[in-house]
């Protein structure tokens, strides 16, 4: 069985790729469609545009990610793989009304982070591979909980459009067994603290914090600091809420992004008052 990967773009992924190489290594980019957030380094956005096979207009994500990547296929002297699905302008408009995604219905990570991955893996590979995680020794319950998602081999499955019934007009699906996930950081009881201090004085540019700018899972003070540091990207987020069903639509229940950006004016804000417990996570 051939190994390979998932590479977020944070420190730990990164740690696992270097440490415990692979077959396979892979990068699943959330793309944007808002030229306001487009890199300046014209640079940049052609070789990430090479990399992904179409034109890069912007992430949803921290720019240093792309840097992340780019440094750490550096580090490894390994080839990483970029995939890329459809732009999150398309998935919340597919169809007379914006679907956006909340902690209660995640389709983001589903058709933005794994869709292209799986798609990546049927076209490159089409057989079950050993899929290296990167959940921590502390975080062996999220470890447990995509175990029990597994089928009675021990792999993960992916529901996907195999062609239209004999009338044309519904899809066919199809669930295909492709992944057996590992967590060599928690058999090996690696813990954050070792991570953060294998990365110092290291060559890779790591990014504050992963994960797309307006994660709802992030915390409503968060975010707000969030709209600060990256300002056109959160606007992003605004102008998706308000352009979905009126504005009657939210990332996060109970509150709009358009009244967290205007709220907590009267606080400074720092890089240091947060931690990744604070950002949630997309879920690989």
């Known amino acids: 069985m051939k190994t390979c990967t998932s590479i977020s773009g944070g420190q730990t992924s990164a740690y696992i790729a270097k440490n415990y190489p692979t077959d396979f290594n892979v990068f699943s980019l959330v793309c944007i469609e808002d030229k306001r957030c487009t890199p300046k380094d014209k640079k940049l956005v052609q070789l990430v545009s090479d990399k992904i096979g179409k034109e890069f207009i912007a ?32 998935i919340i408009n597919r169809g007379e009304k914006k679907y ?21 893996w049927l076209k490159t590979i089409a057989e079950p591979v050993e899929m290296q995680i990167g959940f921590r020794a502390n975080e062996m319950r999220r470890a447990k909980n995509m175990i029990e998602k ?52 290291k060559p890779v540019r790591f ?23 990256h300002p056109n990207k959160f606007q992003w ?19 709009s992004y358009q009244k967290i950006k205007d709220s907590l004016e009267q606080l400074d804000l720092f890089d240091d008052d947060f931690n990744e417990c604070d950002s949630g996570y997309c879920g690989l």
């Open 237 to 255: 987020f605004i102008d998706a809420e308000q352009d979905s069903n009126y504005g009657e639509i939210t990332f996060k229940n109970g509150y």
């Open 59 to 90: 992430t949803a994500e921290d720019d240093i990610i792309l840097h992340t990547i780019l440094d750490l296929e550096q580090y490894i002297g390994n080839k990483i793989h970029w995939v890329s699905g459809d732009s999150f302008d398309k």
């Open 207 to 229: 990014a504050y914090m992963n994960n797309c700018i307006g994660c709802f899972h992030r915390s409503p003070i968060l975010l707000k600091h969030m709209s600060q540091r």
């Open 100 to 120: 956006l995604p909340n902690v209660t219905k995640r389709f983001c990570t589903q058709l933005m982070k794994l869709k292209p991955l799986f798609e990546w």
């Open 150 to 201: 597994t089928n009675e081999n021990g792999l993960l499955t992916f529901k996907h459009i195999v062609g239209k019934t004999k009338n044309g007009k519904q899809n066919k699906w199809k669930d295909t067994a492709w992944q057996k996930p590992t967590f060599p950081l928690i058999n090996d009881a690696i813990y954050k603290d070792e991570i953060v201090e294998f990365w110092k004085g």
